[in-house]
Protein backbone atom coordinates (compact mmCIF):
# COMPACT_ATOMS: atom_id res chain seq x y z
CA UNK A 1 0.00 0.00 0.00
CA UNK A 2 1.10 3.43 -0.27
CA UNK A 3 2.85 5.59 1.99
CA UNK A 4 0.92 8.21 3.98
CA UNK A 5 1.35 11.73 3.22
CA UNK A 6 3.68 13.11 6.26
CA UNK A 7 2.59 15.85 8.75
CA UNK A 8 5.06 19.03 9.26
CA UNK A 9 7.21 18.39 12.06
CA UNK A 10 7.21 20.84 15.31
CA UNK A 11 4.62 23.77 15.10
CA UNK A 12 2.99 22.76 11.81
CA UNK A 13 1.62 19.92 13.25
CA UNK A 14 -2.09 20.58 13.66
CA UNK A 15 -4.89 18.84 15.18
CA UNK A 16 -7.27 19.19 12.62
CA UNK A 17 -7.37 21.28 9.48
CA UNK A 18 -5.19 23.79 8.06
CA UNK A 19 -5.39 26.74 9.78
CA UNK A 20 -5.40 24.83 13.07
CA UNK A 21 -3.92 25.84 16.23
CA UNK A 22 0.13 24.58 15.91
CA UNK A 23 1.29 21.94 18.30
CA UNK A 24 4.52 22.31 20.44
CA UNK A 25 7.88 20.94 18.78
CA UNK A 26 9.37 17.42 20.13
CA UNK A 27 12.89 18.74 19.73
CA UNK A 28 13.07 22.57 19.75
CA UNK A 29 14.27 24.29 16.86
CA UNK A 30 17.09 26.94 17.50
CA UNK A 31 15.45 30.33 17.22
CA UNK A 32 17.13 33.44 16.37
CA UNK A 33 18.48 35.38 19.44
CA UNK A 34 17.12 38.78 18.12
CA UNK A 35 14.66 39.77 15.33
CA UNK A 36 17.44 42.09 14.02
CA UNK A 37 19.35 38.90 13.83
CA UNK A 38 17.42 37.66 10.94
CA UNK A 39 16.06 40.82 9.06
CA UNK A 40 20.20 41.50 9.08
CA UNK A 41 20.80 38.19 7.69
CA UNK A 42 18.20 38.62 4.95
CA UNK A 43 19.03 42.18 3.72
CA UNK A 44 22.94 40.79 4.11
CA UNK A 45 21.93 37.68 1.47
CA UNK A 46 19.87 39.82 -0.96
CA UNK A 47 22.17 43.01 -0.76
CA UNK A 48 25.40 41.29 -2.64
CA UNK A 49 27.84 42.36 -4.69
CA UNK A 50 25.43 42.06 -7.70
CA UNK A 51 23.15 44.47 -6.40
CA UNK A 52 26.73 47.29 -7.23
CA UNK A 53 27.87 45.96 -10.32
CA UNK A 54 24.91 44.42 -11.99
CA UNK A 55 21.78 46.76 -11.13
CA UNK A 56 23.75 49.96 -12.94
CA UNK A 57 24.95 48.59 -15.75
CA UNK A 58 21.78 47.19 -16.42
CA UNK A 59 19.51 50.26 -15.33
CA UNK A 60 21.66 52.73 -17.94
CA UNK A 61 21.68 49.56 -20.60
CA UNK A 62 18.03 49.92 -20.89
CA UNK A 63 17.03 53.53 -20.65
CA UNK A 64 18.17 54.64 -17.70
CA UNK A 65 15.49 56.38 -15.85
CA UNK A 66 12.68 54.97 -17.62
CA UNK A 67 14.44 51.24 -16.78
CA UNK A 68 12.99 51.63 -13.46
CA UNK A 69 9.23 51.33 -14.61
CA UNK A 70 9.81 47.62 -15.99
CA UNK A 71 11.74 47.25 -12.67
CA UNK A 72 9.64 48.62 -9.81
CA UNK A 73 6.58 46.62 -12.04
CA UNK A 74 8.34 43.21 -11.71
CA UNK A 75 9.50 43.68 -8.23
CA UNK A 76 5.92 44.23 -7.56
CA UNK A 77 4.11 41.45 -9.23
CA UNK A 78 6.73 38.78 -9.50
CA UNK A 79 10.01 39.64 -6.90
CA UNK A 80 7.97 40.11 -3.45
CA UNK A 81 4.96 38.08 -3.75
CA UNK A 82 8.14 34.68 -4.16
CA UNK A 83 9.93 36.54 -1.81
CA UNK A 84 7.01 37.20 0.82
CA UNK A 85 5.79 32.85 -0.63
CA UNK A 86 9.36 31.50 0.50
CA UNK A 87 9.45 33.43 4.03
CA UNK A 88 6.42 31.98 4.62
CA UNK A 89 6.65 28.42 3.60
CA UNK A 90 10.01 28.55 5.73
CA UNK A 91 8.39 30.06 8.65
CA UNK A 92 5.27 27.54 8.49
CA UNK A 93 7.21 24.49 8.15
CA UNK A 94 10.42 24.84 9.99
CA UNK A 95 12.49 22.98 7.94
CA UNK A 96 15.49 23.09 5.08
CA UNK A 97 14.80 22.52 1.35
CA UNK A 98 14.55 19.27 0.97
CA UNK A 99 12.87 17.39 3.83
CA UNK A 100 9.80 20.81 3.03
CA UNK A 101 8.41 19.13 0.32
CA UNK A 102 7.43 15.77 2.06
CA UNK A 103 4.53 18.40 3.58
CA UNK A 104 4.01 20.23 0.20
CA UNK A 105 3.97 17.78 -2.28
CA UNK A 106 6.18 14.88 -1.89
CA UNK A 107 6.85 14.18 -5.65
CA UNK A 108 8.53 17.59 -5.80
CA UNK A 109 11.18 16.56 -3.93
CA UNK A 110 13.64 17.09 -6.13
CA UNK A 111 13.70 20.62 -5.78
CA UNK A 112 15.38 20.47 -2.64
CA UNK A 113 17.99 18.69 -4.30
CA UNK A 114 18.46 20.74 -6.93
CA UNK A 115 18.71 24.16 -4.91
CA UNK A 116 21.39 22.24 -2.71
CA UNK A 117 23.35 21.47 -6.00
CA UNK A 118 23.12 24.74 -7.52
CA UNK A 119 24.13 26.42 -3.72
CA UNK A 120 27.70 24.06 -4.90
CA UNK A 121 27.89 25.64 -8.20
CA UNK A 122 27.72 29.47 -6.76
CA UNK A 123 30.04 28.70 -3.92
CA UNK A 124 32.54 27.49 -6.27
CA UNK A 125 33.12 30.89 -7.97
CA UNK A 126 31.18 33.30 -5.60
CA UNK A 127 33.74 32.70 -3.14
CA UNK A 128 36.49 33.05 -5.65
CA UNK A 129 35.84 36.81 -6.25
CA UNK A 130 35.33 37.43 -2.33
CA UNK A 131 39.51 36.09 -2.28
CA UNK A 132 40.23 38.61 -5.61
CA UNK A 133 38.48 41.41 -3.38
CA UNK A 134 40.47 40.37 -0.24
CA UNK A 135 43.55 40.52 -2.43
CA UNK A 136 42.94 43.90 -3.40
CA UNK A 137 41.99 44.62 0.36
CA UNK A 138 45.73 43.31 1.46
CA UNK A 139 47.48 45.19 -1.93
CA UNK A 140 45.71 48.59 -0.76
CA UNK A 141 48.14 48.89 2.24
CA UNK A 142 50.71 50.67 0.57
CA UNK A 143 51.68 54.58 0.55
CA UNK A 144 50.82 54.45 -3.75
CA UNK A 145 48.77 52.33 -4.77
CA UNK A 146 49.85 49.34 -7.27
CA UNK A 147 47.33 49.98 -10.10
CA UNK A 148 48.13 53.67 -10.25
CA UNK A 149 50.95 53.71 -12.52
CA UNK A 150 52.72 52.01 -15.71
CA UNK A 151 55.71 51.76 -13.95
CA UNK A 152 55.40 48.06 -12.66
CA UNK A 153 57.11 44.85 -13.93
CA UNK A 154 53.57 43.25 -15.30
CA UNK A 155 52.85 46.48 -17.26
CA UNK A 156 52.97 46.53 -21.22
CA UNK A 157 53.91 48.57 -23.66
CA UNK A 158 50.14 49.50 -23.73
CA UNK A 159 49.27 50.58 -20.70
CA UNK A 160 48.50 54.30 -20.90
CA UNK A 161 48.17 56.09 -17.78
CA UNK A 162 46.28 59.64 -18.48
CA UNK A 163 45.16 60.65 -14.86
CA UNK A 164 46.91 64.00 -14.17
CA UNK A 165 48.82 64.09 -17.85
CA UNK A 166 47.95 66.53 -20.78
CA UNK A 167 48.26 65.26 -24.59
CA UNK A 168 47.64 61.35 -24.09
CA UNK A 169 45.51 59.47 -26.54
CA UNK A 170 44.08 56.50 -25.41
CA UNK A 171 43.24 54.14 -28.37
CA UNK A 172 41.58 50.76 -28.75
CA UNK A 173 44.83 49.26 -27.55
CA UNK A 174 45.14 51.30 -24.63
CA UNK A 175 45.36 49.35 -20.73
CA UNK A 176 44.26 51.52 -18.22
CA UNK A 177 47.01 50.76 -14.83
CA UNK A 178 44.20 49.09 -13.24
CA UNK A 179 43.18 47.06 -15.66
CA UNK A 180 46.55 45.51 -16.11
CA UNK A 181 46.82 44.70 -12.47
CA UNK A 182 43.87 43.06 -13.06
CA UNK A 183 44.54 41.18 -15.90
CA UNK A 184 48.05 40.32 -15.34
CA UNK A 185 49.08 40.14 -12.02
CA UNK A 186 46.10 39.71 -9.95
CA UNK A 187 45.07 36.96 -12.59
CA UNK A 188 47.53 36.54 -14.69
CA UNK A 189 45.60 35.76 -17.22
CA UNK A 190 48.34 36.14 -19.84
CA UNK A 191 50.10 32.57 -18.15
CA UNK A 192 46.82 30.49 -19.54
CA UNK A 193 45.95 29.52 -23.01
CA UNK A 194 41.84 29.86 -22.24
CA UNK A 195 39.95 26.98 -21.51
CA UNK A 196 42.16 24.55 -23.26
CA UNK A 197 44.86 25.24 -20.68
CA UNK A 198 44.07 27.07 -17.45
CA UNK A 199 47.28 26.21 -15.93
CA UNK A 200 48.60 26.06 -12.64
CA UNK A 201 46.95 27.59 -9.19
CA UNK A 202 47.68 31.22 -8.11
CA UNK A 203 48.83 30.43 -4.49
CA UNK A 204 48.50 34.05 -3.27
CA UNK A 205 45.13 33.11 -4.79
CA UNK A 206 44.80 30.29 -2.74
CA UNK A 207 45.83 31.96 0.42
CA UNK A 208 43.07 34.45 0.61
CA UNK A 209 40.02 31.95 -0.90
CA UNK A 210 41.40 29.93 2.38
CA UNK A 211 41.05 32.64 4.69
CA UNK A 212 37.74 33.54 3.21
CA UNK A 213 36.39 30.05 4.05
CA UNK A 214 38.11 30.14 7.15
CA UNK A 215 35.87 33.26 8.24
CA UNK A 216 32.69 31.41 6.48
CA UNK A 217 33.50 28.15 8.93
CA UNK A 218 33.46 30.34 12.34
CA UNK A 219 30.92 31.94 11.26
CA UNK A 220 28.45 28.99 10.53
CA UNK A 221 30.03 26.65 12.57
CA UNK A 222 27.52 26.82 15.40
CA UNK A 223 24.18 27.83 13.38
CA UNK A 224 22.23 30.93 13.68
CA UNK A 225 23.26 31.34 16.77
CA UNK A 226 26.91 32.59 15.22
CA UNK A 227 25.81 33.74 12.14
CA UNK A 228 22.99 36.16 13.61
CA UNK A 229 26.43 38.20 15.37
CA UNK A 230 28.23 38.39 12.75
CA UNK A 231 25.56 39.80 10.12
CA UNK A 232 25.48 42.98 12.38
CA UNK A 233 28.90 43.96 11.22
CA UNK A 234 29.05 42.44 7.63
CA UNK A 235 25.41 43.67 6.89
CA UNK A 236 26.04 47.51 8.09
CA UNK A 237 29.30 47.95 7.39
CA UNK A 238 28.20 47.98 3.65
CA UNK A 239 25.87 50.71 3.47
CA UNK A 240 28.25 53.21 5.77
CA UNK A 241 30.89 52.71 2.84
CA UNK A 242 28.34 53.37 0.14
CA UNK A 243 27.30 56.67 2.10
CA UNK A 244 30.97 57.59 2.43
CA UNK A 245 31.74 56.52 -1.20
CA UNK A 246 28.71 58.47 -2.31
CA UNK A 247 29.22 61.55 -0.84
CA UNK A 248 33.02 61.92 -2.16
CA UNK A 249 31.74 60.80 -5.79
CA UNK A 250 29.47 63.52 -6.07
CA UNK A 251 32.16 66.22 -5.17
CA UNK A 252 34.01 65.31 -7.89
CA UNK A 253 34.60 66.82 -11.00
CA UNK A 254 32.21 65.37 -14.14
CA UNK A 255 29.96 63.67 -11.38
CA UNK A 256 27.44 65.09 -12.72
CA UNK A 257 27.65 63.41 -15.89
CA UNK A 258 27.54 60.21 -14.72
CA UNK A 259 23.61 60.77 -12.73
CA UNK A 260 22.69 62.47 -15.81
CA UNK A 261 23.54 59.27 -18.07
CA UNK A 262 22.25 57.04 -15.70
CA UNK A 263 19.01 58.19 -14.88
CA UNK A 264 18.27 59.97 -17.78
CA UNK A 265 15.21 58.02 -19.60
CA UNK A 266 15.26 56.47 -23.35
CA UNK A 267 11.56 55.95 -23.17
CA UNK A 268 11.81 54.49 -26.45
CA UNK A 269 13.73 51.42 -24.89
CA UNK A 270 10.36 50.18 -22.84
CA UNK A 271 9.33 48.71 -26.24
CA UNK A 272 11.89 46.21 -26.33
CA UNK A 273 11.38 42.90 -24.85
CA UNK A 274 14.94 42.65 -23.60
CA UNK A 275 14.38 45.54 -21.34
CA UNK A 276 11.58 43.75 -19.71
CA UNK A 277 13.23 40.06 -19.90
CA UNK A 278 16.65 42.15 -18.01
CA UNK A 279 13.99 44.02 -15.44
CA UNK A 280 12.60 40.98 -14.81
CA UNK A 281 15.93 38.85 -14.13
CA UNK A 282 17.60 41.03 -12.37
CA UNK A 283 14.85 41.67 -9.46
CA UNK A 284 14.39 37.94 -9.35
CA UNK A 285 18.42 37.32 -9.15
CA UNK A 286 18.46 39.96 -6.55
CA UNK A 287 16.17 38.95 -3.88
CA UNK A 288 16.85 35.38 -4.08
CA UNK A 289 13.87 33.13 -4.45
CA UNK A 290 14.79 29.65 -5.43
CA UNK A 291 17.92 29.38 -3.64
CA UNK A 292 16.43 28.10 -0.65
CA UNK A 293 18.11 30.57 1.29
CA UNK A 294 14.91 32.44 2.48
CA UNK A 295 13.07 29.47 3.36
CA UNK A 296 16.26 27.77 5.76
CA UNK A 297 16.96 31.24 7.89
CA UNK A 298 12.62 31.52 8.30
CA UNK A 299 12.41 28.65 9.97
CA UNK A 300 14.46 29.32 12.52
CA UNK A 301 12.18 32.01 13.25
CA UNK A 302 9.46 32.43 15.79
CA UNK A 303 6.62 30.93 14.24
CA UNK A 304 4.24 33.50 14.86
CA UNK A 305 6.79 36.16 13.47
CA UNK A 306 5.43 38.36 10.85
CA UNK A 307 6.84 37.38 7.68
CA UNK A 308 4.39 39.55 5.74
CA UNK A 309 6.44 42.65 7.24
CA UNK A 310 9.55 41.13 7.03
CA UNK A 311 9.01 40.40 3.14
CA UNK A 312 8.44 44.18 2.23
CA UNK A 313 11.15 46.03 4.66
CA UNK A 314 13.90 43.36 2.87
CA UNK A 315 12.84 43.99 -0.41
CA UNK A 316 12.64 47.49 -0.18
CA UNK A 317 15.65 47.75 1.51
CA UNK A 318 17.63 45.49 -1.38
CA UNK A 319 15.07 47.84 -4.22
CA UNK A 320 16.69 50.91 -2.85
CA UNK A 321 20.12 49.51 -2.05
CA UNK A 322 20.45 48.54 -6.12
CA UNK A 323 19.30 52.61 -7.03
CA UNK A 324 21.81 54.26 -4.33
CA UNK A 325 24.81 52.04 -5.57
CA UNK A 326 23.91 53.31 -9.25
CA UNK A 327 24.85 56.58 -7.84
CA UNK A 328 27.66 55.57 -6.19
CA UNK A 329 29.09 54.08 -9.44
CA UNK A 330 28.32 56.37 -12.10
CA UNK A 331 29.14 59.15 -10.19
CA UNK A 332 32.92 58.10 -10.66
CA UNK A 333 32.29 56.93 -13.99
CA UNK A 334 31.48 60.43 -14.80
CA UNK A 335 34.51 61.69 -12.74
CA UNK A 336 36.16 59.37 -15.15
CA UNK A 337 34.78 60.24 -17.93
CA UNK A 338 35.94 64.17 -17.18
CA UNK A 339 39.57 62.91 -16.82
CA UNK A 340 39.58 60.95 -20.32
CA UNK A 341 37.38 63.51 -22.02
CA UNK A 342 35.56 60.96 -23.72
CA UNK A 343 31.88 60.31 -22.80
CA UNK A 344 30.42 58.61 -20.37
CA UNK A 345 28.97 55.62 -22.36
CA UNK A 346 32.72 55.02 -23.43
CA UNK A 347 33.78 54.67 -19.93
CA UNK A 348 30.88 52.38 -18.92
CA UNK A 349 31.23 49.63 -20.83
CA UNK A 350 32.69 46.92 -18.17
CA UNK A 351 30.18 45.41 -16.59
CA UNK A 352 30.25 42.43 -14.18
CA UNK A 353 33.53 41.98 -11.85
CA UNK A 354 35.21 44.23 -14.48
CA UNK A 355 33.21 47.20 -12.83
CA UNK A 356 34.87 46.40 -9.50
CA UNK A 357 37.99 45.50 -9.95
CA UNK A 358 38.90 48.41 -12.66
CA UNK A 359 37.03 50.55 -13.33
CA UNK A 360 36.20 51.69 -9.73
CA UNK A 361 39.67 50.97 -9.00
CA UNK A 362 40.96 52.94 -11.21
CA UNK A 363 39.12 56.17 -10.62
CA UNK A 364 40.26 55.48 -6.30
CA UNK A 365 43.58 55.66 -7.40
CA UNK A 366 43.00 59.06 -8.46
CA UNK A 367 41.49 60.42 -5.43
CA UNK A 368 43.06 62.65 -2.88
CA UNK A 369 43.11 60.23 0.00
CA UNK A 370 43.02 57.00 -2.50
CA UNK A 371 44.69 54.42 -0.15
CA UNK A 372 41.96 54.96 2.25
CA UNK A 373 39.24 54.95 -0.24
CA UNK A 374 40.59 51.38 -1.55
CA UNK A 375 40.62 49.78 1.71
CA UNK A 376 36.96 50.46 2.44
CA UNK A 377 35.78 49.48 -0.74
CA UNK A 378 37.28 46.53 -0.58
CA UNK A 379 36.35 45.93 2.83
CA UNK A 380 33.23 46.46 1.62
CA UNK A 381 33.05 44.05 -1.33
CA UNK A 382 34.15 41.22 1.03
CA UNK A 383 31.64 41.83 3.36
CA UNK A 384 29.13 42.06 0.80
CA UNK A 385 30.39 38.68 -0.29
CA UNK A 386 30.66 37.14 2.78
CA UNK A 387 26.78 38.12 3.85
CA UNK A 388 25.38 36.49 0.04
CA UNK A 389 28.15 33.51 1.09
CA UNK A 390 27.06 32.86 4.65
CA UNK A 391 22.92 32.10 3.63
CA UNK A 392 23.88 30.14 0.44
CA UNK A 393 25.62 27.52 2.60
CA UNK A 394 23.18 27.92 5.37
CA UNK A 395 20.70 26.85 3.21
CA UNK A 396 22.72 23.54 1.93
CA UNK A 397 23.20 22.90 5.33
CA UNK A 398 20.17 23.49 7.13
CA UNK A 399 18.36 21.49 4.14
CA UNK A 400 20.55 18.33 4.58
CA UNK A 401 20.77 18.27 8.65
CA UNK A 402 17.09 18.65 8.31
CA UNK A 403 16.75 15.30 6.00
CA UNK A 404 19.09 13.44 7.97
CA UNK A 405 18.35 14.68 11.61
CA UNK A 406 19.53 10.78 13.04
CA UNK A 407 22.85 11.36 11.40
CA UNK A 408 24.05 14.71 11.77
CA UNK A 409 21.99 16.56 14.13
CA UNK A 410 24.17 16.18 17.09
CA UNK A 411 27.41 16.51 14.11
CA UNK A 412 26.95 20.26 12.89
CA UNK A 413 30.32 21.33 13.62
CA UNK A 414 31.95 18.09 11.34
CA UNK A 415 29.23 18.58 8.23
CA UNK A 416 30.04 22.00 8.04
CA UNK A 417 33.26 21.61 7.87
CA UNK A 418 33.32 18.72 5.46
CA UNK A 419 30.68 21.09 3.12
CA UNK A 420 33.01 23.90 3.43
CA UNK A 421 35.56 21.32 1.99
CA UNK A 422 33.87 20.12 -0.32
CA UNK A 423 33.39 23.63 -1.70
CA UNK A 424 36.61 24.82 -1.17
CA UNK A 425 38.19 22.01 -3.14
CA UNK A 426 35.44 22.72 -5.97
CA UNK A 427 36.75 25.86 -6.42
CA UNK A 428 40.32 25.01 -7.22
CA UNK A 429 40.34 25.32 -11.11
CA UNK A 430 39.33 29.08 -10.27
CA UNK A 431 42.28 29.66 -8.86
CA UNK A 432 44.37 28.61 -12.08
CA UNK A 433 46.10 31.45 -14.21
CA UNK A 434 42.41 30.59 -16.29
CA UNK A 435 40.49 30.53 -13.34
CA UNK A 436 38.83 34.36 -14.76
CA UNK A 437 37.54 32.27 -17.61
CA UNK A 438 35.93 29.44 -15.19
CA UNK A 439 34.19 31.88 -12.97
CA UNK A 440 32.43 33.50 -16.19
CA UNK A 441 31.07 29.70 -17.36
CA UNK A 442 30.45 28.97 -13.55
CA UNK A 443 28.66 32.83 -13.20
CA UNK A 444 26.56 32.30 -16.78
CA UNK A 445 25.54 28.06 -16.11
CA UNK A 446 25.72 27.40 -12.42
CA UNK A 447 22.84 29.21 -11.23
CA UNK A 448 21.30 31.16 -14.59
CA UNK A 449 18.25 29.21 -16.44
CA UNK A 450 18.45 26.36 -13.66
CA UNK A 451 17.55 28.44 -10.82
CA UNK A 452 14.60 30.37 -12.54
CA UNK A 453 13.23 26.96 -13.38
CA UNK A 454 14.07 25.65 -10.30
CA UNK A 455 11.67 28.76 -8.69
CA UNK A 456 8.85 28.25 -11.82
CA UNK A 457 8.53 24.66 -10.64
CA UNK A 458 8.50 25.62 -6.80
CA UNK A 459 5.82 28.46 -7.27
CA UNK A 460 3.69 25.98 -9.31
CA UNK A 461 3.99 23.15 -6.71
CA UNK A 462 3.01 25.25 -3.63
CA UNK A 463 0.28 27.15 -5.72
CA UNK A 464 -1.58 24.88 -8.08
CA UNK A 465 -0.37 21.26 -5.89
CA UNK A 466 -0.27 21.75 -1.98
CA UNK A 467 -3.46 24.64 -3.13
CA UNK A 468 -3.30 28.21 -2.55
CA UNK A 469 -6.11 28.24 -0.40
CA UNK A 470 -4.41 25.73 2.07
CA UNK A 471 -1.06 28.00 1.81
CA UNK A 472 -3.04 30.85 2.89
CA UNK A 473 -4.52 29.17 5.79
CA UNK A 474 -1.45 28.50 6.93
CA UNK A 475 -0.25 31.62 6.61
CA UNK A 476 -3.43 33.10 8.43
CA UNK A 477 -2.44 30.57 11.30
CA UNK A 478 1.07 32.24 11.72
CA UNK A 479 -0.28 35.85 11.21
CA UNK A 480 -3.99 35.89 12.14
CA UNK A 481 -4.63 37.31 8.01
CA UNK A 482 -5.34 35.45 5.14
CA UNK A 483 -3.05 37.04 2.55
CA UNK A 484 -5.14 39.34 0.02
CA UNK A 485 -6.75 38.97 -3.51
CA UNK A 486 -3.33 40.62 -5.25
CA UNK A 487 -1.05 38.08 -3.27
CA UNK A 488 -2.97 34.68 -4.65
CA UNK A 489 -3.44 36.29 -8.20
CA UNK A 490 0.84 36.59 -7.98
CA UNK A 491 1.57 33.36 -6.60
CA UNK A 492 -1.39 31.31 -9.16
CA UNK A 493 -0.87 33.36 -12.27
CA UNK A 494 1.40 36.34 -12.52
CA UNK A 495 4.60 35.47 -11.01
CA UNK A 496 4.92 31.95 -12.62
CA UNK A 497 4.03 33.87 -16.00
CA UNK A 498 6.86 36.02 -15.73
CA UNK A 499 9.12 33.33 -14.84
CA UNK A 500 8.28 31.07 -17.73
CA UNK A 501 8.28 33.89 -20.01
CA UNK A 502 12.26 34.75 -18.36
CA UNK A 503 13.40 31.35 -19.00
CA UNK A 504 12.32 30.76 -22.44
CA UNK A 505 13.86 34.18 -23.04
CA UNK A 506 17.29 32.87 -21.58
CA UNK A 507 16.66 29.59 -23.76
CA UNK A 508 16.43 31.70 -26.96
CA UNK A 509 18.88 34.24 -26.62
CA UNK A 510 22.18 33.15 -25.65
CA UNK A 511 24.84 35.59 -26.56
CA UNK A 512 28.56 33.66 -27.06
CA UNK A 513 30.70 34.08 -24.11
CA UNK A 514 33.56 36.38 -24.29
CA UNK A 515 35.88 37.40 -21.68
CA UNK A 516 38.78 40.20 -22.18
CA UNK A 517 38.88 39.26 -25.70
CA UNK A 518 38.98 35.75 -25.21
CA UNK A 519 36.02 34.15 -27.24
CA UNK A 520 34.83 30.37 -25.20
CA UNK A 521 35.20 27.54 -27.71
CA UNK A 522 31.64 26.00 -29.03
CA UNK A 523 32.56 22.96 -26.25
CA UNK A 524 32.60 25.41 -23.23
CA UNK A 525 29.28 26.10 -23.96
CA UNK A 526 27.67 22.92 -24.22
CA UNK A 527 29.69 22.28 -20.97
CA UNK A 528 27.69 24.97 -19.10
CA UNK A 529 24.40 23.46 -20.51
CA UNK A 530 25.32 20.53 -18.95
CA UNK A 531 26.50 22.08 -15.43
CA UNK A 532 22.88 23.76 -15.72
CA UNK A 533 21.08 20.87 -16.67
CA UNK A 534 22.92 18.29 -14.16
CA UNK A 535 21.46 20.62 -11.06
CA UNK A 536 17.77 20.92 -12.91
CA UNK A 537 17.86 17.03 -13.82
CA UNK A 538 17.38 16.10 -10.31
CA UNK A 539 13.26 17.20 -10.32
CA UNK A 540 12.37 14.85 -13.02
CA UNK A 541 14.69 11.77 -11.70
CA UNK A 542 12.95 11.90 -8.28
CA UNK A 543 9.87 12.20 -9.55
CA UNK A 544 10.36 8.66 -11.59
CA UNK A 545 12.21 7.23 -8.62
CA UNK A 546 9.26 7.72 -6.07
CA UNK A 547 6.74 6.57 -8.75
CA UNK A 548 9.01 3.52 -9.02
CA UNK A 549 10.04 3.19 -5.62
CA UNK A 550 6.62 4.09 -4.11
CA UNK A 551 4.82 0.07 -2.49
CA UNK A 552 1.69 -0.57 -4.40
CA UNK A 553 0.18 -0.48 -7.67
CA UNK A 554 -0.21 2.89 -9.97
CA UNK A 555 -3.88 3.59 -8.68
CA UNK A 556 -2.46 3.31 -4.95
CA UNK A 557 0.39 5.50 -6.08
CA UNK A 558 -2.37 8.32 -7.44
CA UNK A 559 -4.10 7.97 -4.38
CA UNK A 560 -1.26 8.60 -1.88
CA UNK A 561 -0.14 11.91 -4.34
CA UNK A 562 -3.77 12.88 -4.20
CA UNK A 563 -3.52 12.90 -0.66
CA UNK A 564 0.07 14.92 -0.01
CA UNK A 565 -1.69 17.39 -3.26
CA UNK A 566 -5.27 17.58 -2.38
CA UNK A 567 -6.13 20.57 -4.99
CA UNK A 568 -5.28 18.75 -7.78
CA UNK A 569 -8.63 18.06 -9.42
CA UNK A 570 -9.33 14.33 -9.92
CA UNK A 571 -9.47 15.00 -13.74
CA UNK A 572 -5.58 16.42 -13.49
CA UNK A 573 -4.71 13.39 -12.23
CA UNK A 574 -6.46 10.62 -14.08
CA UNK A 575 -4.43 12.45 -17.20
CA UNK A 576 -1.58 12.95 -15.53
CA UNK A 577 -1.06 9.62 -14.69
CA UNK A 578 -3.04 7.36 -16.81
Known sequence: M??????????????????????????PRDKWSKKMDFLLSVIGFAVDLGNVWRFPYICYQNGGGAFLIPYT??????????????????????????????????????????????????SFYYNTIIAWALYYFYSSFSGTLPWASCDNPWNTPNC????????????????????????????????????????????QLLLCLFLIFAIVYFSLWKGVK???????????????????????????????????????????KLLS???????????FFSLGPGFGVLLALASYNHFHNNCYRDALITSAVNCLTSFLSGFVIFTVLGYMAEMRDVEVEDVARDKGPSLLFITYPEAIANMVGSTFFAIIFFL????????????????????????????LAQRRELFVLSLITVCFLGS?????????????????????????????????????????????????????????????VCWVAISPALLAFI???????????????????????????????????????????????????????RATSAQCCPQLSPLLFTSFWD
Request: aromatic share 14%; glycine share 12%.
Open 226 to 268: TSGKVVWVTATLPYLVLLILLVRGATLPGAWRGVLFYLRPDWG
Open 428 to 488: LSTLTYGGAYVVKLLEEFGAGCSILAVVLLETIAVSWFYGIQRFSHDVKAMLGFTPGLFWK
Open 73 to 122: LMAVFGGVPLFYMELALGQFHRTGAIPIWKHICPIFKGIGFAICIIGLYV
Open 380 to 407: MMITLGLDSTFGGLEAVITAVMDEYPQV
Open 160 to 203: TNYFGRNNVTWTNFSRSPAEEFYTRKVLELQKSGGLYNVGGIRW
Open 273 to 283: TAVWVDAAAQI
Open 503 to 557: VASSLLEQPPLALFGYQYPAWSTSLGHLIGASSFICIPVYMVYKLVWTPGSLKQV
Open 2 to 27: GERCPVPAGPPQHDGGPGAIPVPPAH
